[in-house]
C-alpha cells in the first residue's frame, strides 16, 4: 500500500555523471515536492510543482532539475554531480487542495552516494 | 519569510519519563504546525499536528500544544518507549504549500 515511492532507493554515481531520481506516487495529490537532506539536517526544499506549475527555490543549484510528466511522477536531474550533492533525496506530495495547511507525504528517500 | 526555531537539539530522556520539544515560529499568519519523527535511514514520517484554531491535541502518548499569541508550540511525548528514539522536526506553514522546518531534535530514550 505504498503511496510515494521512490526509485532507486540507493543510487551510486560518479563525479560529473548525471543522474536521475524519481518518484510516483497513487494519492493523486496534486503538489509533489523534492527536498535535500544531508545527516542530522532538516530536510531541504529544492522545488516543488503544483500541477504542472514549477515553483523553484531560489538558493537551489542550476545543477538541479525536475520533470513532471504527469499527476503520478516526478524526477529529479542532477546534470553534474558534485561530492556535496551526496545526500538523501526525499520526494514529498500534498493534496494541494487550496485549504489552509497540507500534510505532507514523504516517500522512503533515495540515497546518493558520488564517487 | 517563515522562521522555525527548535530546542534542544539533543534530548536524552529515562525510558518511562516525559520528553518536551519546543519550536517557536516568526510569522504570525502560520496556520498549520505538523511534527514529524525520522528514524535512521527512513522517511520523515507525520506523528501529530495541530491548526491554528486549536490549541492542544492529544493522541495517545504524544501531544502538542499551541501558543498563537507567543508563537511556540510543543511536542510532548508521556511515558517514553525505546521505540521513541529518533529525530523529531517541527514545522510551521501559512499554507502555500510550503513547510517551514525546524532543525531538529535527537531524541535518545535510556533504558
Known amino acids: 500500500d505504498a503511496m510515494v515511492i521512490q526509485n532507486p532507493r540507493y543510487q551510486v554515481t560518479q563525479f560529473g555523471k548525471p543522474v536521475t531520481l524519481s518518484c510516483s506516487q497513487t494519492?493523486?495529490?496534486?503538489?509533489m515536492y523534492w527536498y535535500q537532506q544531508k545527516s542530522s539536517q532538516a530536510p531541504k526544499l529544492l522545488f516543488h510543482?503544483?500541477?504542472?506549475?514549477?515553483?523553484n527555490e531560489a538558493d537551489t543549484p542550476d545543477n538541479f532539475q525536475s520533470r513532471r510528466p504527469n499527476t503520478s511522477f516526478c524526477f529529479l536531474d542532477i546534470r553534474s554531480p558534485g561530492l556535496g550533492d551526496a545526500a538523501m533525496y526525499l520526494c514529498a506530495t500534498s493534496r494541494g487542495h487550496g485549504l489552509a495547511g497540507e500534510t505532507q507525504y514523504f516517500g522512503p528517500g533515495t540515497r546518493l552516494l558520488v564517487l | 519569510g517563515e522562521n522555525v526555531e527548535q530546542h534542544p537539539s539533543t534530548l536524552s530522556v529515562q525510558e518511562g519519563d516525559s520528553a518536551v520539544i519546543k519550536c517557536t515560529y516568526s510569522?504570525?499568519?502560520?496556520?498549520?504546525f505538523p511534527w514529524y519523527k525520522q528514524e535512521l535511514g527512513k522517511r520523515p514520517q507525520l506523528i501529530i499536528d495541530?491548526?491554528?484554531?486549536?490549541g492542544e491535541k492529544k493522541d495517545q502518548r504524544i501531544a502538542v500544544t499551541l501558543n498563537k499569541t507567543a508563537k511556540h508550540f510543543s511536542l510532548h511525548i508521556t511515558e517514553t518507549q525505546p521505540e521513541d528514539s529518533a529525530v523529531y522536526f517541527c514545522a510551521a506553514t501559512t499554507g502555500n504549500e510550503k513547510l517551514t522546518f525546524g532543525t531538529g531534535t535527537r531524541l535518545t530514550i535510556i533504558p
Open positions: 494519492l493523486n495529490h496534486n503538489v
Open positions: 510543482y503544483y500541477d504542472k506549475d514549477f515553483n
Open positions: 495541530i491548526r491554528s484554531n486549536v
Open positions: 510569522d504570525s499568519a502560520s496556520n498549520y
